[in-house]
């Protein structure tokens, strides 16, 4: 170099040093910026309810960007009873997870505390990866009208129904109803009364509040939406469910009657009430021909009950029902706004959520129903879940403010009317309005 001159040396050295950089940036998968380009020794935090082993499992086989033996994925498992609680008291102390999981129906909930995934990550992963490689309900679910995408699932929940083939086969019921008005023509030969005309065998699980039906907010919801109700406004800002907001057809509250029917002694359907206790339980004993449950409720059934012959059948439908709707429950899994390494995260959860052997290992571990598309395509011939694999494909939710309180105030409404308190009219008016005032 002694025949350049001191600039050129300069010039020619600088370029070394930036050769270098960007050698150093491809070895260590630096992708981002701001406190989340650091990929190199992950150091990762996630809370979530899932079992220990079974993500554990899974974290011991990431090989993304930050894996390696520098990297720390720690993951704990916390009781579901205690999880938000516990989750929020942890971010309001600044000392919550890097990742943890929020309900598919929470979004407003958690949204001012999460990160979506960074605009480094948009060329390889955005909305429309979303739309191709889960079903619909998780971007109306954890997409933003913007395209920012705030979390992901492993698996998707639905409900369905489960019933009792014995006494299915009993009654004459050769095939499964596949709608309501169907299944509601079954119900003499399925239900059985004493003397005193009181339910010894009940057909269906509907009708009750939370007391005997853990779910019961839920049916009642899916029956709305299955009606073509509109829940809120399109902003989603206010619940209009109970509005009349179909014209003089108020698709709300008729759903809502339709529901409350089956556990009204005075109607030609009665076939269930909060007396005949847990709805799981009593299907377990054999006292109920037919519950609607998630997946989760399968494991209880066969605890309960080893030898039970029990189907599961999709969710009945209107018979004047165009397209079928399902309705789901699951978990996704976001990101802290205050993680220190918010693209590494974010690089985590794409990879455990879009990686099929990952959601193999976690379905073989848990029995849970899939999210990948890909992987619902191979589970539609597996009895044991194709009914739940393939409503994931017409499963519906809505945004609500704060789950927990939304179904809360829905068992007050149904309560209020099984008890006489208040004509469904006024229950539902009334649960309407408190739920616009959940944050005021």
Do not use: C
Request: glycine share 8%.
């Amino acid at each position: 170099m002694q025949n350049l001159s001191k600039k050129q040396i300069i010039i020619v050295g600088g370029g070394v040093l930036v050769v270098i950089i960007i050698a150093l940036v491809a070895l260590f998968g630096l992708r981002g910026g701001g406190n989340a380009n650091n990929a190199s020794a992950l150091t990762i935090t996630i809370w979530g309810t899932d079992d220990a082993k079974t993500m554990n499992d899974i974290i011991g086989k990431y090989s993304g960007p930050g894996s390696g033996t520098n990297s720390q994925i720690k993951y704990l498992q916390v009781d579901p009873s205690e999880y938000r609680t516990k989750l929020l008291a942890a971010l309001a102390a600044g000392t919550g997870p890097d990742i943890f999981e929020i309900s598919n129906r929470d979004l407003p909930l958690w949204s001012s505390v999460l990160a979506p995934v960074p605009a480094a990550l948009s060329q390889t992963f955005n909305a429309v990866t979303v739309e191709n490689d889960f079903p619909d309900v998780v971007s109306k679910d954890f997409v933003s009208s913007n395209g920012s995408i705030y979390a992901l699932p492993l698996s998707i929940d639905t409900m369905a129904m489960i019933y009792n083939k014995d006494l299915f086969n009993t009654a004459g019921v050769a095939t499964v109803p596949s709608t309501w008005e169907a299944l509601q023509t079954y119900l003499p030969a399925l239900r059985q009364v004493n003397a005193q005309g009181q339910i010894t065998q009940a057909a269906l699980a509907l009708g009750g509040s939370e007391t005997s039906i853990k779910d019961a907010p839920d049916i009642v919801f899916l029956l709305m939406l299955q009606n073509g109700a509109q829940m809120t406004t399109t902003d989603g800002s206010s619940v209009i469910f109970a509005s009349g907001n179909n014209g003089a057809n108020n698709a709300g509250l008729n759903a809502f009657n339709y529901y409350l029917q089956f556990a009204s002694a005075t109607n030609s359907d009665y076939t269930w009430n909060d007396g005949l206790g847990d709805s799981v339980d009593a299907f377990a004993q054999g006292k109920v021909a037919a519950i609607f449950d998630y997946s989760s409720a399968i494991q209880t059934i066969k605890a309960k009950s080893p030898f039970l012959n029990y189907g599961i059948a999709p969710m009945p439908q209107p018979a004047n029902a165009s397209v079928n709707i399902s309705y789901a429950k699951y978990n996704g899994f976001a990101v802290s706004r205050s993680s220190a390494s918010i693209l590494g995260d974010w690089n985590f959860i794409i990879s455990l959520t879009t990686t099929p052997t990952d959601a193999n290992i976690y379905a073989s571990d848990t029995g849970a129903p899939p999210a990948l598309r890909s992987t619902i395509a191979a589970d539609l011939t597996n009895p044991a879940i194709a009914v739940f694999a393939e409503q994931a494909l017409t499963a519906r939710s809505w945004h609500e403010t704060d789950s927990g309180q939304i179904d809360a105030i829905m068992n007050t409404a149904i309560g209020n009317v099984l008890n006489g308190a208040a004509d469904s009219t006024r229950a539902l008016q009334q649960a309407q309005t408190a739920m616009n005032s959940i944050g005021n």
